[in-house]
């Protein structure tokens, strides 16, 4: 492929992981006004975001082994195609029920384009160039998570509601172009047959699981809806996991796991996934309702965490090319322990340069650990399976992000609601109570004791962070570790049945 053309190409792959970046976070701050504009109860308005998380997770696996098959540029088309269609009719809608679908509908286009960008890409780079190509899908991927609250409160505050779907068109209109244009097509040369039972096990097995996830928040963990959705998708992934090793053409290879570089790789991302999740999740709430910014402010304020994401990328790639992913996934995993560490010291009386140095420290660990471990895992997938392989990584960072917002989001309810019992259980809340009783103790009771739930948060970020760096320098291969032959691939997946 001409270097100048694959290099346009990869920045038409760049824009369209960016948009479902954002996409994925824009809703942080549209929710009250999307409630207003379509007459959305509560239950309406969770289901409006379940929507996206849901078919996201579920059609991962699906979405990859499809690309592989039928070819990834068609699945990458037909996935921007879902998200440009999409984005329009969101703008038009006038009820819940066709937002909700919209959602889903979008959904299935992130589900396809974010495993099948990254899979394109062993086939349009060599080894020399495919680690900056990962960097910047990375990047891309990275910045557009915190980059939904910024966007989303510009839109908000500018335009009607409608603009936070139609500022994807032009992006995915574009990428879409681009990518029919520019991108090869590529696929299996083994035409192996889709494996139905499997795609339909995985959809449905992860579809309950992460569904038992996020209803932990509002429920608890001791649930019967809770535990009998996590219960109904552990049997339906095992179930998956045991037809894989008995098709002849299995969804995911697991044989990938018994690499060590695609293993551990996929381990380091889903924790450094699970970091930056918990980071988004508890510092707009901080931003807003004790600092005193509102929607847009906030999102200006994340912006941090991309400066030092986009600043770590290249170092993290040429630490990587000199000694193997070990030691730049090691140093990225310990640099963000540092500075959630940093950012648990967050008191009454700190200013928002403190906020601004360890959000950067944190960004900065996340891009010097999560490219190189993609890096890793691509560098071992046979070029026949990299949609699927791409997908299997993907999924287990969903996974790990949705259960890491349960996980947190129980410490943090936990922990404000000891401190502070009498301010209705949250600090929204009490910020609601405080404005109709005009009692201002309310509100400084609530901003105290959310300060102390959110260090505790912040800690146990940095716990699994500093767990990632142990598990990394302990195994994840170092320079000598070779990618792994198709044909390999297939005698280790025997083996394993």
């Avoid at 053309?5 to 701050?29: E, K, M, P, Q």
Wanted: charged share 10%; with cysteine; aromatic share 8%.
């Amino acid at each position: 492929m001409n270097s100048s053309r694959r290099w346009w190409a990869l920045g038409a792959l760049v824009i369209s992981v960016l948009v479902i970046g954002f996409d994925t976070t824009i809703l942080n701050v549209a929710l009250p006004t999307l409630g207003g504009a379509v007459h959305a109860s509560n239950s309406q308005l969770q289901w409006i975001v379940d929507a996206y998380v849901l078919v996201f997770a579920g059609l991962l696996l699906p979405a990859g082994a499809l690309g592989d098959r039928y070819g990834r540029k068609l699945l990458l088309l037909i996935g921007l195609a879902f998200f440009a269609g999409g984005s329009v009719v969101g703008a038009l809608v006038h009820s819940p029920g066709q937002l909700i679908a919209v959602r889903a509908a979008l959904g299935i286009g992130a589900a396809i384009i974010t495993p099948i960008s990254l899979a394109v890409l062993p086939q349009m780079f060599t080894e020399k160039d495919r680690g900056k190509a990962v960097a910047l899908v990375t990047v891309g991927i990275g910045l557009g998570i915190p980059l939904g609250p910024l966007v989303g409160g510009y839109l908000l505050k500018h335009f009607w509601w409608g603009s936070i779907f139609l500022v994807n068109v032009p992006a995915a209109v574009l990428a879409l172009v681009a990518v029919a244009v520019l991108v090869p097509e590529s696929r299996d040369p083994s035409g192996a047959k889709v494996d139905v039972p499997g795609a339909v096990l995985s959809t449905a097995g992860l579809v309950a699981f992460v569904y038992g996830i996020i209803e932990v928040p509002d429920k608890g963990w001791g649930s019967p809806v809770v535990i009998g959705f996590l219960a109904l998708g552990a049997v339906l992934l095992t179930g998956f996991v045991l037809w894989q090793l008995r098709t002849a053409y299995p969804t995911i290879d697991l044989s990938l796991f018994t690499r060590p570089r695609f293993l551990w790789g996929s381990i380091a991302a889903t924790l450094a996934s699970f970091t930056l999740f918990g980071v988004l999740f508890v510092v707009p709430q901080y931003l807003q309702l004790v600092q005193g910014y509102d929607a847009l402010g906030s999102g200006l304020r994340l912006l941090p965490v991309m400066s030092g994401l986009i600043v770590a990328g290249g170092l993290g790639q040429r630490l990587a090319q000199w000694f193997g992913p070990k030691v730049p996934v090691t140093l990225g995993m310990a640099v963000i322990a540092a500075g959630l560490a940093w950012g648990s010291r967050t008191a009454v009386g700190s200013g928002y340069g403190q906020t601004a140095a360890w959000l950067s420290t944190v960004g900065f660990g996340v891009g010097l650990a999560m490219i190189p471990a993609m890096d890793a895992v691509l560098g071992t997938l046979p070029p026949g399976r990299a949609g699927s392989g791409t997908a299997l990584t993907m999924t287990m960072r969903q996974v790990g992000g949705a259960l890491g917002v349960a996980i947190l989001g129980s410490v943090l309810a936990d922990v404000y609601t000891a401190q502070a019992p009498g301010t209705g259980g949250s600090l929204p809340a009490a910020a609601a109570i405080a404005g109709r009783t005009h009692d201002l103790a309310i509100l400084l009771a609530g901003q105290r004791a959310y300060l102390h739930a959110m260090d505790r948060v912040l800690l146990v970020c940095a716990a699994v962070a500093l767990a990632g760096a142990v598990l990394a320098v302990a195994f994840l291969p170092g320079r000598d570790a070779q990618p792994v032959t198709e044909e390999e691939s297939e005698h280790e997946l025997a083996r394993l049945a």
